[in-house]
């Protein structure tokens, strides 16, 4: 059962923008934080950002400027916003669910990853 | 944060136990009580899950023969018995603050 479902371009140029939706499936946003997080290629895994189910967003310090999260409620989705791509942004894009606001219980849901490419 | 694990490589004979260690350069003990210090596997091929949360905690559905422990700056994974299915890389996570940290993934495999 596929939790969070990921969707969004993979192959983009430098200085476009990165666009990915994660959907939710069946869903609700409350008491859970909606995070961001990537792995460049052969890499291990690097949280970039998260935002809690009342809008509130926390950006990655390398990214911030650049990086924009956001929540739809009225289509289950929740998505991220990342400009001016480079090559160093290229990795395998996860959504993924945080159980508990004040009490983070983990990461209980990933979405299956996105790879995005930046190549001239 | 910094999240610094060890060892990077696990070989491991089935039914031979595995520790991994994972130490943080600042304490991840709240005032509340709780580490927020948790422990993913990515297996191939996959997304990660998640083993242990709060740096003792069994998540759903995890097998019984993996276990979390530690406090403040110094933590444990312990599997009792390696199984073929427990390859992949394990790393453990800080939420103590943001940005959220990871620590370089152990890649354990079997022998």
């Known amino acids: 059962q596929v939790d969070l479902q990921q969707s969004g371009a993979g192959l983009l140029k430098p200085s476009e923008t990165l666009s990915l939706t994660c959907a939710l499936s069946p869903g609700s946003f409350s008491n859970y934080i909606w995070t961001w997080i990537r792995q460049p290629p052969g890499k291990g895994l690097e949280w970039i950002g998260e935002i809690t189910d009342s809008g509130r967003s926390v950006y990655h310090p390398s990214l911030r400027g650049r990086l924009t999260l956001s929540l739809d409620t009225s289509k289950n989705q929740f998505s991220l916003q990342l400009t001016s791509v480079t090559a160093a942004d290229t990795a395998v894009y996860f959504c993924a669910k945080i159980k508990g606001l004040v009490v983070p219980k983990g990461i209980v849901s990933w979405g299956q990853g996105t790879l995005v490419s930046v190549s001239s | 944060i910094v999240l610094t694990q060890s060892p990077l490589s696990l070989p491991v004979t089935p039914g031979e136990p595995a520790s991994i260690s994972c130490k943080s350069s600042?304490?991840?003990?709240?005032?509340?009580?709780?580490?927020?210090l948790d422990w993913y596997v990515q297996k191939p091929g996959q997304s990660p899950q998640v083993v242990i949360y709060?740096?003792?905690n069994r998540a759903s559905g995890v097998p019984d023969r993996f276990s979390g422990s530690g406090s403040g700056t110094d933590f444990t994974l312990k599997i009792r018995r390696v199984e073929a299915e427990d390859v992949g890389i394990y790393y453990c996570m800080q939420g103590r603050q943001t940005p959220r940290t990871f620590g370089q993934g152990t890649r354990l495999e079997i022998k």
């Open positions: 600042e304490s991840l003990l709240d005032s509340s009580g709780y580490n927020f």
């Open positions: 709060l740096g003792s």
